[in-house]
């Protein structure tokens, strides 16, 4: 059974940083696209930033600068450092796994989210 739990999430002024994990169980870690998207209220959920298996990685034009999106395959660990965080990019943030890395939302596994509020 795929289990994917963040941590990380919280309340920070803009400006300020947060790191957000996600640990993975139950796949083969190393051979998976891991992915950070995110969901704020009354809107469909984004992409944010992707790491293939070989670790090229991929960003949201409106994270490009600020977050950067790390594995650690011995943890079988994703990372997301959030940087210079805006009030907009305020949303519930999940991970997500896939071993196609297919584009779009519908990665076959999803952890339960984590909430990041960021105030002005």
């Known amino acids: 059974q795929v289990q994917l739990v963040e941590s990380g999430g919280g309340s920070v002024q803009a400006g300020g940083s947060l790191r957000l994990s996600c640990a993975a169980s139950?796949?083969?870690?190393?051979?998976?696209?891991m992915g950070w998207f995110r969901q704020a209220p009354g809107q469909e959920r984004e992409r944010v930033a992707i790491?293939?298996?070989?670790?090229?990685?991929m960003y949201a034009h409106s994270v490009t600068g600020r977050f950067t999106i790390s594995r650690d395959n011995a943890k079988n660990t994703v990372y997301l450092q959030m940087n210079s965080l805006k009030p907009e990019d305020t949303a519930v943030y999940y991970c997500?796994?896939?071993?196609?890395?297919?584009?779009?939302?519908?990665?076959?596994?999803w952890g339960q989210g984590t909430q990041v509020t960021v105030s002005s």
């Open positions: 997500a796994a896939d071993d196609l890395c297919r584009s779009g939302n519908t990665w076959p596994y």
């Open positions: 139950g796949l083969r870690f190393s051979s998976y696209c």
């Open positions: 790491i293939a298996t070989r670790s090229t990685t």
